[in-house]
Nanobody, 114 residues
Framework: QVQLVESGGGLVQPGGSLRLSCAAS????????MYWYRQAPGKQRELVAS??????TNYADSVKGRFTISRDNVKNTGLQMNSLKIEDTAVYYC?????????WGQGTQVTVSS
């Protein structure tokens, strides 16, 4: 079993930056992929960014060039968000997929507003 806890959300003005972190605990295997999703009110959850165990990254078109996903260490994955826009407002979730299944965090709210 794995527990994921997101942190770093908050209120920021348009053009600002935030850094989200996803801390994993429990039984973590050496090979796993990490994902960041977001869900805005009234919208479906969407994939924002992913990073494989080998370090390969992928981003949604809407965040390319502004967001950066990274593995800070074995148990922590970050999402650096720059040049934030009002439409980035959402609850952000991290997800881990490893050989024993998939796990989700509880989410952290990001609000971009002037």
């Amino acid at each position: 079993q794995v527990q994921l806890v997101e942190s770093g959300g908050g209120l920021v003005q348009p053009g600002g930056s935030l850094r989200l972190s996803c801390a994993a605990s429990g039984t973590i295997f050496s090979i796993y992929n990490m994902y960041w999703y977001r869900q805005a009110p009234g919208k479906q959850r969407e994939l924002v960014a992913s990073i494989s165990s080998g370090g390969r990254t992928n981003y949604a078109d809407s965040v390319k060039g502004r967001f950066t996903i990274s593995r800070d260490n074995v148990k922590n994955t970050g999402l650096q968000m720059n040049s934030l826009k009002i439409e980035d407002t959402a609850v952000y979730y991290c997800r881990m997929v490893q050989r024993d299944g998939e796990y989700w965090g509880q989410g952290t709210q990001v609000t971009v507003s002037s």
